[in-house]
């Protein structure tokens, strides 16, 4: 387990937008344990359904793989299973603490971590993608093209996990499951000043999208069927299939 999260014990101060730097890498998995309503849930799902998806001879992708915790639900899945997990993410901290935890799957030959932006990742003979938490980090207009080229890369029959946090139509709606994710975050120890710190930082950084917009998106790109594993207030896990 990381460092406990203080980074924004003094508020945001430096008023710098959030970004998954050194100092966020250091204390990520502290960070998203108390922050994410569902997370080790989620992580759970994607373990089960790569079960059922990963399929001999072909590639698994974890886009915007941070740390690379929905990567080891995935080798956790993949025991006995002839398939290459490619592991991607732009930060630099991120990867490179990923390279020494996962020393041995690295090795032989399981695995590889790419410090890469994933619009330019080329997505070949996949048979399960996952975008954990991470759509909701790229700009509107980008969406659609990094689906549409996971879309071209899976094989027919291939899934997609997506978990996203989401709003609701209704501005109330939103509004009271934002309270409650506060009172779920002071739960956890954070104070008003360190909610508030994070929240300013998150600006603009992280833009939530509804559900509708979300399953729109990817029924109009092509898949076939989507289903909805999870809902934890507004963060939510779903699985669509080409």
Same mark, same amino acid.
Request: charged fraction near 25%; charge should be neutral.
């Given at each position: 387990?990381?460092?406990?999260?203080?980074?924004?014990?003094?508020?945001?101060?430096?008023?710098?937008?959030?970004?998954?730097?050194?100092?966020?890498?250091?204390?990520?998995?502290?960070?998203?344990?108390?922050?994410?309503?569902?997370?080790?849930?989620?992580?759970?799902?994607?373990?089960?359904?790569?079960?059922?998806?990963?399929?001999?001879?072909?590639?698994?992708?974890?886009?915007?793989?941070?740390?690379?915790?929905?990567?080891?639900?995935?080798?956790?899945?993949?025991?006995?299973?002839?398939?290459?997990?490619?592991?991607?993410?732009?930060?630099?901290?991120?990867? =490179?603490?990923? &390279? !020494? *935890?996962?020393?041995?799957?690295?090795?032989? @030959?399981?695995?590889?971590?790419?410090? /890469?932006? +994933?619009?330019?990742?080329?997505?070949?003979?996949?048979?399960?993608?996952?975008?954990?938490?991470?759509?909701?980090?790229?700009?509107?207009?980008?969406? =659609?093209?990094? &689906? !549409? *080229?996971?879309?071209?890369?899976?094989?027919? @029959?291939?899934?997609?996990?997506?978990? /996203?946090? +989401?709003?609701?139509?209704?501005?109330?709606?939103?509004?009271?499951?934002?309270?409650?994710?506060?009172?779920?975050?002071?739960?956890?120890?954070?104070?008003?000043?360190? &909610?508030?710190?994070?929240?300013?930082?998150?600006?603009?950084?992280?833009?939530?999208?509804?559900?509708?917009?979300?399953?729109?998106?990817?029924?109009?790109?092509?898949?076939?069927?989507?289903?909805?594993?999870?809902?934890?207030?507004?963060?939510?896990?779903?699985?669509?299939?080409?």
């Amino acid at each position: 387990m990381g460092k406990q999260d203080e980074i924004y014990s003094s508020g945001n101060l430096s008023g710098l937008p959030f970004s998954f730097n050194k100092e966020v890498t250091e204390v990520f998995e502290n960070m998203i344990d108390r922050s994410v309503p569902g997370y080790k849930t989620s992580m759970k799902l994607i373990e089960l359904h790569a079960r059922k998806y990963l399929q001999n001879d072909t590639n698994c992708y974890d886009l915007g793989c941070s740390l690379g915790a929905a990567t080891k639900a995935m080798l956790d899945s993949a025991e006995g299973k002839r398939v290459r997990i490619l592991s991607i993410d732009n930060s630099k901290a991120m990867i =490179d603490k990923c &390279i !020494k *935890n996962f020393v041995s799957s690295i090795q032989r @030959g399981f695995l590889e971590f790419r410090e /890469e932006d +994933i619009m330019k990742t080329d997505i070949q003979n996949a048979s399960l993608v996952v975008l954990n938490f991470v759509l909701q980090f790229l700009d509107l207009d980008k969406r =659609d093209i990094l &689906i !549409k *080229n996971i879309y071209r890369g899976l094989n027919p @029959g291939g899934a997609l996990i997506i978990s /996203e946090k +989401i709003h609701y139509e209704s501005d109330q709606q939103t509004l009271v499951t934002t309270s409650l994710h506060h009172s779920y975050k002071a739960q956890n120890g954070y104070s008003e000043m360190e &909610i508030a710190g994070k929240r300013d930082a998150l600006e603009g950084v992280l833009v939530t999208e509804t559900e509708k917009a979300l399953i729109k998106r990817m029924t109009r790109i092509g898949f076939q069927t989507s289903e909805q594993l999870m809902l934890n207030l507004n963060f939510t896990t779903y699985l669509f299939t080409k």
